[in-house]
């Protein structure tokens, strides 16, 4: 009967080497997806507020949404309306349209060289843009009834107008904003505060509200905004 051959020691402790080496990279493999999944499961610090403001923003008001002098003729003062964004970025908010709200319009307006307070929230609300068929059509305000929270348990909240006119006009053409996108988010805490551009939260949220896509020092927001003159913020076109 033939003999099982016997390798030489040298080459079974070669082996043993080399099924350790295997056993090693194959646990290394497993530790580091066990890192990547743990990565992934770790919650931002900025999501939970980002997801907050993505349900409250609508009493914020929209920017240019509120009491004005007629113009002449004792003519109502037109409506908020939808306008293009003047970002070429078509990964972010370029291309789409905007209605643009904010927790604390006076300061937003006034765009102050000392910048915007701590605790300042704006949410930009995109919508896919759609060319309108019929230039001849009236273009109607969408009228709605927001509800506001008074902030104490004792008061009943208070329904508030919201009028939207979801049109724009661009190169001599009518479009509508057909469809909601993403929640371009903003908010502003102490300068000092790590993981934010000088206190300022970059946020995208989906537009149902219940899911961050976005958080923090993003990128493609600082990019743009950290060209601003007025403490990242451009204010509205004139």
């Not at 033939?2 to 080399?18: E, H, K, M, N, Y």
């Not at 927790?103 to 843009?129: E, H």
Request: with cysteine; aromatic share 10%.
């Amino acid at each position: 009967m033939t003999q099982p051959s016997v390798l030489p020691a040298r080459f079974r402790l070669a082996g043993v080497c080399c099924f350790a080496g295997v056993a090693i990279m194959v646990l290394g493999d497993a530790r580091a997806a066990t890192r990547t999944e743990d990565k992934k499961l770790t919650p931002n610090p900025f999501h939970a507020r980002l997801l907050e403001i993505a349900r409250s923003y609508e009493p914020f008001g929209r920017v240019d949404d509120q009491s004005r002098w007629a113009p002449y003729y004792c003519r109502m003062p037109s409506p908020a309306a939808a306008r293009f964004s003047a970002s070429g970025d078509k990964n972010t908010h370029g291309l789409k349209l905007y209605s643009l709200f904010a927790r604390d319009q006076r300061a937003y307006q006034a765009l102050s060289k000392t910048g915007q307070p701590a605790g300042q929230v704006l949410v930009k609300q995109s919508w896919v843009p759609e060319p309108v068929k019929d230039a001849v059509q009236v273009l109607r305000p969408v009228v709605r009834q927001v509800r506001v929270s008074a902030g104490d348990a004792k008061r009943p909240a208070r329904l508030v107008r919201d009028t939207f006119l979801p049109y724009a006009r661009k190169d001599g053409r009518w479009y509508k904003a057909a469809r909601q996108a993403d929640l371009f988010i903003m908010y502003k805490l102490d300068p000092a505060t790590a993981g934010t551009d000088n206190g300022w939260v970059y946020g995208t949220v989906t537009a149902d509200g219940k899911q961050v896509t976005s958080a923090g020092k993003v990128a493609s927001c600082m990019k743009c905004h950290q060209k601003a003159t007025s403490d990242r913020l451009f204010g509205l076109p004139k």
